[in-house]
């Protein structure tokens, strides 16, 4: 059973940046698309990034793309997201989750399997 533990959250202030870490055990990482989520409250699950198997392909929501950068250590089973500029609309949950291996990246959540517990981004003016 995999299972995928975030951390790196915490609270920062408009403009600052933040790296999220997600470190996976009990499955093969790096033949799993890895992606991340957030939700804010009252609002549903989005999509953040995604990343393919080997690392060579990236995939953004438009919210954050040019600020968020996404990347996986195979080698460590472990994926990051960094953020940098953050905005006070990015105060959010961020999840962590992982697609069964051999598929390819996906942007929605339902098409990831395995999800961490997440870790609270909150970004103050």
Same mark, same amino acid.
């Given at each position: 059973? $995999? ?5 790196? &959250? @915490?609270?920062?202030?408009?403009g /600052? =940046? ?7 055990s ?21 999509? $953040?990034?995604a990343?393919?198997r080997? &690392? @060579?392909?990236?995939?953004?929501? /438009? =919210?954050?793309?040019?600020?968020f ?17 953050l ?14 291996? @051999? ?5 929605n =959540? ?11 981004v909150t970004?103050?003016?």
């Amino acid at each position: 059973q $995999v299972q995928l533990v975030e951390s790196g &959250g @915490g609270l920062v202030q408009t403009g /600052d =940046s933040l790296r999220l870490s997600c470190a996976a055990s009990g499955g093969t990482f790096s033949s799993s698309v890895m992606g991340w989520f957030r939700q804010a409250p009252g609002q549903e699950r989005e999509f $953040v990034a995604a990343i393919s198997r080997s &690392g @060579g392909s990236r995939y953004y929501a /438009d =919210s954050v793309k040019g600020r968020f950068t996404i990347s996986r250590d195979n080698a460590k089973n472990t994926v990051y997201l960094q953020m940098s500029t953050l905005k006070r609309e990015d105060t959010a949950v961020y999840y962590c989750a992982a697609r069964r291996p @051999g598929y390819s990246a996906a942007l929605n =959540s339902p098409s990831y399997d395995y999800w961490g517990q997440g870790t609270q981004v909150t970004v103050s003016s």
